[in-house]
């Protein structure tokens, strides 16, 4: 959905439970009695336990923060949409930890990752996967600004294009990481999403409970 407003809702609806103690009494009550034959089960309604409101609440947009993409190759484009998508929508827990490579796992060519641009030891260079630091750097100022833990950042050894220096974070499976914890006491949920209209940029979300 548009910017902000990522998420539908589907009203709740209320249940219906039996009073097992109640129950037992009346089957009980019949059969010490003798009384043979049918007990009624006659359920009584309650609330739904979780509502549409508090899914509401619970869901608004915390922090949006986009970087520009300025190498638009369709093969670094493929890798960021892909990468994108397969970290998007991610739930994470109270006290529960996102990580970036577990998310995507090793990113190969059989998983639909392109030779791109990379930054290898400080010098540019291609290889397989190129541009998605550029989604883990994007990722890293939302989580941060949205005052959430990063357990594990790794900045690149040369400034990237996409970030102010000091503000990115690179990527590397398995050795480098970015870990995220969700330090609240409500669940949050990441969004990220690629726009190709000018500008050209990648954009993160978190979402959770103001």
Same mark, same amino acid.
């Given at each position: 959905k548009p910017d902000g407003q990522r998420f539908t809702f589907s009203d709740d609806r209320p249940g219906q439970r039996v009073d097992g103690d109640a129950l037992w009494a009346q089957v009980k009550q019949a059969f010490e009695a003798g009384a043979w034959g049918q007990i009624d089960v %006659? *359920?009584? *309604?309650? *609330? #739904? /336990?979780? /509502? /549409? #409101?508090?899914? =509401? #609440?619970?869901? !608004?947009?915390? %922090?949006? $923060?986009s970087s520009k993409m300025s190498d638009h190759s369709k093969e670094r484009l493929a890798n960021i949409t892909l990468a994108s998508e397969t970290v998007s929508k991610h739930l994470v827990l109270p006290g529960g930890e996102f990580s970036f490579n577990e998310a995507t796992g090793e990113r190969t060519a059989e998983k639909g990752y392109q030779i791109a641009h990379v930054l290898n030891a400080g010098v540019e260079d291609n290889g397989l996967g190129g541009g998605v630091c550029q989604v883990s750097g994007t990722l890293f100022n939302a989580a941060a600004r949205a005052d959430l833990e990063i357990v594990k950042r790794h900045p690149h050894s040369i400034p990237s294009s996409y970030l102010i220096r000091g503000q990115d974070a690179t990527v590397d499976y398995p050795r480098k990481d970015l870990v995220i914890r969700n330090n609240g006491d409500t669940p949050i949920i990441f969004v990220i999403t690629v726009d190709q209209k000018s500008p050209w940029k @990648?954009?993160? =979300? @978190? $979402?959770? !409970? *103001?």
């Open positions: %006659v *359920p009584q *309604p309650m *609330p #739904a /336990r979780v /509502r /549409r #409101a508090d899914l =509401e #609440a619970n869901c !608004k947009l915390i %922090v949006s $923060y @990648v954009t993160a =979300e @978190v $979402y959770g !409970k *103001p």
